[in-house]
Each structure stands twice: as C-alpha cells, then as structure tokens.
C-alpha cells in the first residue's frame, strides 16, 4: 500500500538556474552574454517561464556575466522569496577576513 507521500504529485525545482540583469546601471555585466541571451534570462522572465512550465522553485546560482558581484541575484531573491533560493561565488582574490 502506498503512502500519500508516493500518491502525491512530483514537485519540480530547478536546481542550477542562473538569471542577469539586461546589462544597465545598476546592474552592468562584468561579461557581456552572447547577443541572443541579453533579455531572455532576466529575473522576470525566468521566473514567468519555469512558472508556466510547472516548476515550483529554483535555486539561482551567480552567473558569470555578473563576476563576484551579487546585487542582481539578492534582487531577484529579495523580488521572489517563496519562489528562489540562492547561492553566491566566493571571491577567490579577497583576503580571509574579507571574504
């Protein structure tokens, strides 16, 4: 007999998304993403598009166009809490007690 745990739905979550900003202030690209890219992996977008796709909630992951710098991801976990969870890069090149 199963139990309702194993009745119930499946939960999708992205484990591994990255999202950038469009590339203006405040939010620059430390390397700008391939032409094709440059508005199709916005918070907004991201979040509209895993939505209509069924997914419950994603996990982002500082993306390179934004180097070591997580404003953009802290905006878009601050914009969508229930939705994202994050993780950040740490900054091989600070000193320990900066880091």
């Excluded at 391939?34 to 918070?43: I, R």
Aim: hydrophobic residues 40%; aromatic residues 6%.
């Amino acid at each position: 007999r199963l139990s309702r745990a194993a009745l119930a739905p499946a939960r999708i979550f992205d484990s591994h998304l990255h999202v950038w900003s469009d590339g203006q202030a405040p939010y620059e690209w430390a390397r700008e993403p391939p032409p094709e890219l440059h508005s199709t992996a916005t918070t907004d977008v991201m979040v509209r598009t895993l939505k209509a796709a069924g997914v419950c909630g994603a996990l982002l992951v500082q993306p390179a166009n934004h180097g070591h710098d997580h404003l953009y991801v802290r905006k878009a976990l601050a914009a969508h809490p229930q939705f994202l969870r994050g993780m950040c890069l740490a900054n091989p090149t600070l000193p320990v007690s900066d880091a």
